[in-house]
């Protein structure tokens, strides 16, 4: 019966975690359509008027490229903003969105960010052009609790080669002096 229970809670949990994930995109959509750039930037989720500062590849053959505010304009600093390493950003230009991507390093003067050139995709950026940084919706979060959830559903199954990790009582431990021991299980195995 506590089986059916725990099925039913994370059925429950799954369905809520999809309806989020739905709202967060339909909120990050109805954002680009319905409110100015401007007022994006002030809301801290858009960098205007950014330039290329340097490129570099990285790790995993992606590319990093360093944005910074234009020249041209009396801001040395980028303005205030609630960026974050890790979060997934969409690079734009005049005509529209050109790659996604996942900051990877926010400073006081500069934004870089990781694009992934996978799949033959070369994307060129001219050092004099004007982009912007708006946040998307992150999606890692919800892949990975959808995925812990799965496990929960489905118990005894786990993923070819997974680990888990269980405590075991006092007594029953290797060490004399730990209390707790964290017995490491391969599965599919």
Same mark, same amino acid.
């Given at each position: 019966?506590?089986?059916?229970?725990?099925?039913?809670?994370?059925?429950?949990?799954?369905?809520?975690?999809? #309806?989020?994930?739905? &709202?967060?995109?339909?909120?990050? *959509?109805?954002?680009?359509?319905?409110?100015?750039?401007?007022?994006?930037?002030? *809301?801290?989720?858009?960098?205007?008027?950014?330039?290329?500062? +340097?490129?570099?590849?990285?790790?995993?053959?992606? #590319?990093?490229?360093?944005?910074?505010? *234009?020249?041209?304009?009396?801001?040395?600093?980028?303005?205030?903003?609630?960026?974050? +390493?890790?979060?997934?950003?969409?690079?734009?230009?005049?005509?529209?969105? #050109?790659?996604?991507?996942?900051?990877? *390093?926010?400073?006081?003067?500069?934004?870089?960010? &990781?694009?992934?050139?996978?799949?033959?995709?070369?994307?060129?950026?001219?050092?004099?052009?004007?982009?912007? #940084?708006?946040?998307?919706?992150?999606?890692?979060?919800?892949?990975?609790?959808?995925?812990?959830?799965?496990?929960?559903?489905?118990?005894?199954?786990?993923?070819?080669?997974?680990?888990?990790?269980?405590?075991?009582?006092?007594?029953?431990? !290797?060490?004399?002096?730990?209390?707790? !021991?964290?017995?490491?299980?391969?599965?599919?195995?």
């Amino acid at each position: 019966m506590a089986s059916a229970a725990v099925e039913s809670f994370v059925s429950k949990q799954l369905d809520l975690l999809e #309806l989020e994930r739905d &709202a967060e995109v339909e909120e990050r *959509r109805s954002w680009q359509e319905n409110i100015s750039l401007k007022e994006l930037q002030s *809301r801290g989720v858009c960098l205007l008027k950014l330039q290329v500062s +340097s490129q570099r590849t990285g790790l995993y053959g992606r #590319l990093l490229v360093t944005f910074e505010p *234009r020249r041209c304009t009396s801001a040395t600093a980028l303005p205030s903003n609630s960026f974050t +390493s890790g979060d997934i950003v969409g690079l734009y230009d005049e005509g529209g969105q #050109l790659a996604t991507g996942i900051l990877t *390093r926010i400073m006081q003067r500069s934004v870089t960010v &990781a694009f992934d050139e996978s799949h033959d995709f070369q994307l060129s950026l001219d050092r004099e052009c004007a982009y912007r #940084l708006l946040k998307l919706a992150n999606d890692v979060t919800y892949k990975r609790l959808k995925k812990a959830a799965a496990v929960l559903h489905l118990p005894g199954r786990l993923p070819e080669g997974s680990r888990l990790l269980c405590a075991v009582p006092e007594g029953t431990c !290797h060490h004399p002096r730990a209390s707790w !021991h964290w017995e490491d299980h391969h599965c599919g195995r």
